[in-house]
């Protein structure tokens, strides 16, 4: 089997992207993936298919397909990933608007009319109904061919029949004549339709329309940008030994075999195997360990995790699309194909609506030939049901609720991303959280300082506080940073000396002081007390990390030090519980660990030890047994599951990647905020439900007239504007939305 990327062109809704799928795997022996997010197809296919093939495939189902364009030197190429999607749409908006404003003041304000006014308003309307509302039409179009209708199938239907009767009267009928005036009346009265024009109809939701769709252009993700963000992780340069001497070289000419070299505070190259050295290694971006892991010959190290404290050579076993970095990219691009599937609420309605519209007008015009009344007069009543049928304010109902929706939120720390994001918010019922950097602080912090019998807890802090400042590993640093804010300043240390895996050791007020291991301790011929030893096995069994300090022969305290609990965590999952949501603890951590921690944040279910794409099956597991799934993280390993959940919320703390995989951002690192997050979606999320109702309300209403012939431009204009109004309106009252915080 081989495989290969597609880029798709002319999708316009999920069910696009499902039509493309469809079409893809009916070749025998092809299966494809459609991601409507990326635009992007992945397919995998066998020896009997050919690329040519594929793309006759898509071309053939009415979209643009294109092989991926080799990309030997990416750095070129990081302006077409910064360029403004919204840009075009933008130029088709802005263009639109300068057009329209003039055709719809004209037509509602009869001071304007003048003589020919309404041939100027052809002039200006015709550019905006064929270039303006061209991507309606040509989705419409699609749409067309294969028996379905979308929102752009009404937008398309309504502005070509408002256009198309206007030009009729124009040219054929008495609208055209110098002098002709629409009098600002909502008289509800028969009258001859040719000598009315719709223009400013057919101009005015266009340009609405394209308004919404620019908006929601730029609320909306780019998909792809987790992925970038999470290759972008790994090293761009290893340093490798090659014939006796290092050199330095790009990632991707690193070979499986290679030794390279890693020095202090450097990213690991790739997946690889530790040759030499010792050190310790922070995973906890990838792991969600809080507890940095100790590394020495034979030991097994991931790529894109950071080398702490020592030197180490690692021979490279996985390198480019094997490694566990890329596979995890794969893992967060899976979860979003699968995601981006959910079809748009107001496509849903319009595919209902749409016949339904349409069987209106050919019903109205049968009746009226069938009852005797002239062909003109038929046709004017069954157009004007098609007019009046295509809402302005559907394209505004979904992104102005959105725009004041996120504005609040940005206010509050609470960035929501796109509208798909809203669609199951109402619906969750379960809230998946990392525990790392999430419910914890992620950096460790010295808590507990347990004396000897007969020693002062200062001496213990002070002097253990003193040797460890001259280390950098995360735990002496948590310790020398607890000791000065408890002592203040630490003595000054001489004879330092780091023991490989077991603790530190150094002089320090004439005392030769040893910290680290209770075994190191013991090796060095120092007496543990039973009380210590109960005391450590104490401290170990509630998750925390424990190291001993001693002098003059024997353990003087000991010390342990744990990623504590955010002080508002306890809040935020009391908060959740009140939502009737369930929570549940998920970490790459330890059982003892998350178990501890779990119960000071009032937790009760705790799935520990688990791997990226463990969090990842433990949302579908969940997602299987008909539970709708919220997942907070904060790191690497979180991105997947972020991705795959149906709502995705990440710290901002946290990193790019998790950021850009989920689908709500809450800017602090106060884990209040996401209740504060699922509430606001869904106050969102109903003001555009009440937005679409209202859309179509407006216009609805206004079908019987126009059945029964009694349409006049002013009712179809007023129509517009009231219904726009009030979506408006509606969407503005979320600016009063107060936080539970």
Known sequence: MSSVELSIGGMTCASCATRVEKKLNKLDGVTATVNFATEKARVEYGPDVTPDQLLAAVEAAGYQAALPAPTEEPSNDTGAADTDPAAALRQRLLVSLALSIPVIAMAMAPVLQFTYW????LTLAAPVVVWGAWPFHKAAWTNLRHGEATM?????VGVLAAFGWSVYALF????????????????????????????????????FILAGKYFEARAKRRAGAALRALLDMGAKEVTVRRNGTQQRIPIDRLAVGDEFVVHPGEKIATDGVVVEGYSTIDASMLTGESVPVEVEAGDQVVGATVNVDGRLVVRAERVGADTQLAQMARLVEDAQNGKAQAQRLADRISAVFVPVVIALSVATLGFWLGAGF????????????????????????????????TGRGAQLGILIKGPEVLESTREVDTVLVDKTGTVTTGTMELVEVIPADDEAVEDALRLAGALESSSEHPIAHAISTGAQAKVGALPAVRDFANLRGLGVRGTVEDREVLVGRVRLLTEQGQTVDAQLVDEMQRAEADGRTVVAVGWDGRARGLLAVADTVKPTSAAAIATLRRLGLR????????????????????IDEVIAGVLPQDKVDTVKRLQDEGRVVAMVGDGVNDAAALAQADLGLAMGSGTDVAIEA?????????????????RL?????????????????????ALPLAAA???NPMIAGAAMAFSSVFVVSNSLRLRAFTPSR
Request: proline share 4%; glycine share 10%; net charge negative.
């Open 118 to 121: 309404q041939w100027l308003s």
């Open 152 to 156: 752009d199938t009404l937008i398309s």
């Open 172 to 207: 054929w009928g008495t609208a055209g004549i110098p002098g002709m005036t629409h009098p600002f009346e909502l008289t509800i009265a028969r009258t001859d339709g040719s000598a009315h024009i719709y223009l400013e109809a057919a101009a005015g939701v266009t340009t």
């Open 374 to 405: 002239s062909v003109v007069a038929a046709f004017t009543a069954a157009v004007s049901v098609l007019i009046i049928a295509c809402p302005c304010a559907l394209g505004l109902a979904t992104p102005t609720a959105l725009m004041v929706g």
């Open 583 to 602: 929570p549940i603890m998920v970490t790459g951590d330890n059982e003892a660990v998350a178990r501890g921690v779990a119960a000071e944040v009032g």
């Open 662 to 678: 989920s689908d709500i951002t809450l800017v602090g690192n106060d884990l209040r905020a996401v209740p504060d997050a699922i």
């Open 681 to 701: 979606s869904r106050k969102t999320l109903s003001t555009i439900k009440g937005n679409l109702f209202w859309a179509f309300g407006y216009n609805v209403a």
């Open 709 to 711: 012939g009694l349409l």
